[in-house]
């Protein structure tokens, strides 16, 4: 019965490793809102970017339920940064791929919200019209005995490779209740909102009918992203580069970083040139024999260099060849 115990543990332990190595590795871009900014400025009062609210959102869901590997914010923000793209590149495919081949991820997942207020489309009469203005809804034809809210997000995603969309998925949600207006009672803004920016995870956006129709649009999203996952493609990639920096064993620096395909957790091997072997007749060199060193797994990269822990016998130098072969 041990023994049976221990086999199942072990084979479970197995499964969790290879599901864990198979595990597609994703970024999400800022969504685009362009279609409902006026909309959106009639509920707060001024234009708030609720693109970027609904990408955190998202990244919780994809983080939490652990189908993707989800690469951090501020290394988004980092690239954007670096490469001067501008909230106009949010929804733009190339854009997203060349991002993602610089992160290193395998691919992106972009975004644009299609529906955000209540259920009538018409912007004379979204909630916040009046709201806005006077800080309350129920003015005018904006009271009613029961406010709904909608929202309606597409998500894509991008293959890093090639620009692609692998995948289109849509999120809807919706919430209704009586007596109150999208934000609340007093339509007031929850959670930070200066200089464009508003904590669409605070509890107090997400308690009223706006975040709740917003969470099941994002989740529903989420799902339909993650049924995805295990029919992206695998790319074969091949790395090939230097070491570049021996000072620090825990800390070794390699010449090529995230553009050539290197990802945090590879291991890629070091090896040293050996020995050539040469043609007996034309003394013309066959082929090198190269003498195994170790190996480096990746702790760190950005876009042109890595680092990594060295593990093995010998003492890794500047030049020895590093590869995934």
Not at 111 to 132: C, K, P, R, V, W
Not at 153 to 178: F, H, N, P, V
Not at 311 to 323: L, Q, Y
């Amino acid at each position: 019965m041990h023994r049976k115990s221990s086999i199942v543990l072990t084979f479970i332990l197995a499964a969790s490793i290879c599901a864990q190595a198979q595990k597609r590795r994703v970024a999400v871009m800022d969504f685009d809102y362009a279609t409902v900014r006026s909309t959106v400025a009639q509920i707060f009062g001024s234009d708030k970017d609720v693109g970027r609210g609904v990408a955190d959102i998202l990244v919780d869901r994809l983080v939490n339920d652990g189908v993707y590997s989800v690469v951090e914010r501020k290394e988004i923000d980092k690239v954007i940064a670096e490469q001067n793209f501008s909230n106009s590149n949010r929804a733009d495919s190339s854009t997203a791929a060349k991002i993602a081949r610089i992160l290193g991820v395998d691919a992106m997942i972009v975004g644009s919200i299609t529906q955000f207020g209540n259920d009538n489309s018409s912007a004379s009469t979204q909630a916040g019209a009046l709201g806005a203005l006077t800080g309350r809804f129920g003015l005018g034809g904006v009271e009613k005995s029961k406010s709904t809210a909608v929202v309606q997000i597409t998500a894509r995603l991008i293959d890093s490779s090639t620009a692609e969309i692998l995948a289109s998925c849509q999120g809807k949600g919706q919430s209704s209740r009586g007596g109150v207006g999208l934000l609340g009672k007093g339509g007031n803004v929850y959670g930070p909102s200066g200089g464009g920016e508003i904590d669409m995870k605070s509890s107090g956006f997400q308690n009223t009918i706006l975040g709740e129709a917003t969470n099941k649009a994002v989740t529903q999203a989420a799902s339909a992203l993650e049924a995805k996952a295990a029919g992206l493609p695998v790319a074969a990639v091949h790395i090939e580069g230097l070491v570049a920096d021996v000072s620090d064993l825990d800390a070794v620096v390699i010449n090529v970083g995230s553009r050539s395909g290197v990802k945090v957790g590879m291991v890629l091997n070091v090896a040293r040139q050996g020995r050539p072997v040469r043609d007996p007749d034309t003394g013309k060199v066959l082929r090198t024999i190269n003498v195994t060193v170790g190996t480096i797994a990746i702790t760190d990269v950005d876009a042109d260099s890595a680092v990594g822990k060295f593990s093995g016998s010998g003492k890794p130098e500047i030049r020895d060849s590093v590869s995934n072969k």
